[in-house]
């Protein structure tokens, strides 16, 4: 039998009791409501990082929207400061900061692969590659 090469296919060979655990985290992250004040973001941030410190759930960009109820381009904007307050903007850049630190240190660290991370870091973080010409 021949091997499906296609990036997709390996969301095939998931265990389902590896589905069950993280999809029933997601439910619990999207569960704790939408925060309205920017100490209820902060809070809820916290509550997102050590929430995946007990769950099979990792830091990442997508699960973070999920836990504050809003898009990554919200995230974006709010990270440039746009739509929010310059408290919310700092509180959004410190959790990015946490999350580069941590596939920093994943890839680091042996725990995933450097093409992984680097390509998490460019579409996550805003990474990217630059080409320098000296004369």
């Not at 296919?9 to 004040?37: Q, Y």
């Not at 919310?88 to 450097?114: D, H, T, W």
Request: aromatic share 8%.
């Amino acid at each position: 039998m021949r091997k499906n090469n296609y990036p997709q296919a390996s969301l095939d060979d998931i265990e389902p009791s590896a589905v069950s655990e993280i999809v029933g985290s997601l439910r619990e992250l999207h569960d704790m409501g939408m925060p309205k004040t920017d100490q209820e973001v902060s809070s809820r941030i916290d509550a997102f990082f050590a929430f995946c410190e007990g769950s099979s759930i990792r830091p990442g960009i997508e699960s973070l929207c999920l836990a504050l109820h809003i898009s990554r381009q919200t995230l974006m904007r709010w990270n440039r400061g746009e739509g929010c307050t310059k408290e919310r903007q700092e509180i959004i850049s410190v959790a990015k900061a946490f999350i580069s630190a941590y596939i920093e240190q994943a890839m680091l660290g042996g725990k995933i692969s450097p093409p992984s991370g680097i390509f998490l870091m460019k579409n996550w973080l805003g990474y990217k590659d630059s080409i320098s010409i000296e004369e």
